[in-house]
């Protein structure tokens, strides 16, 4: 089993550009999540989905928008990327939302100029 | 959500036990303990989780006194392989969408 897969591993956007990163997941899980870690530091939630067909804001949403796709499939996108949006992102999924089991993908790592 | 607090950094030695202690003063009836490894450049990794008393697995040990203020990772018999940051995660099962890691301890291995 591939797991998390996250792409792309690594980005450079320019200020005020857009993208969108991809997760998918093959291990039937129900509830996916996308995470920043900023160096040194912990991993910050963005943005939740507890099932498919739902999202909803983790710590720090400002920026960013979500779509779960369907099942396996969950997207960040960044609309109009700052250089405070430079971090690592994790994708991470749980078969269901009260499970803390998270499976991680290796991340994307991006900078904003 | 109750608060942790780990020391940031720790170092060991091959071949030695090492225990991770975090403290969760106002950890409430319905939180379970969750502790997570993290390689740099990879996303963090399940461990061990528990509730009460003592967990065991392949991996880790976890320990938590009967009033659940403060919780031990013990890792057996370290290798290099073990540097990495542990993060200690206390919530609920239905909080879980609002789980907050924190910076982590730091465990540094030498040979």
């Known amino acids: ?26 291990m039937n899980h129900n509830s996916m999540y996308w995470y920043r870690q900023d160096p040194g530091m912990g991993l910050r939630l963005i943005y939740y989905s507890a099932s ?7 710590e720090v949403p400002n920026g960013y928008n979500v779509s779960r796709l369907n099942k396996r499939e969950f997207s960040l996108r960044l609309e109009s990327a700052a250089p405070s ?20 993908g290796s991340g994307t790592r991006l900078t904003v100029v | 959500l109750a608060k942790t607090t780990q020391p940031i ?4 030695y091959e071949g030695q036990e090492v225990n991770i202690t975090c403290s969760h003063n106002n950890i409430a009836t319905n939180d379970y303990i969750t502790w997570y490894q993290q390689f740099p450049s990879q996303g963090p990794r399940f461990i061990i989780q528990g509730y009460k008393t003592k967990v ?9 006194p009967a009033d659940r203020k403060s919780s031990t990772l013990s890792l ?24 907050i890691f924190g910076s982590g301890t730091r465990l540094s291995i030498r040979p």
């Not at chain 1, 591939?2 to 997760?23: D, E, I, N, W």
């Not at chain 1, 949006?85 to 991680?104: I, L, N």
């Open chain 1, 1 to 26: 089993n591939a797991g998390v897969t996250q792409t792309p591993k690594f980005q450079v956007l320019k200020t005020g550009q857009s993208m969108t990163l991809q997760c998918a997941q093959d």
């Open chain 1, 52 to 58: 498919e067909g739902t999202t909803d804001k983790g």
């Open chain 1, 85 to 104: 949006q430079t971090s690592v992102y994790f994708c991470a999924s749980t078969k269901d939302r009260g499970d803390y089991g998270y499976t991680f």
């Open chain 2, 9 to 12: 950094s720790m170092d060991s």
């Open chain 2, 56 to 64: 065991t697995n392949e991996v880790a040990s976890l320990f938590i």
């Open chain 2, 76 to 99: 057996p018999r370290v290798s290099l392989s073990d540097t990495a940051v542990y993060y200690c995660l206390v919530a609920a099962y239905s909080s879980a969408s609002k789980i």
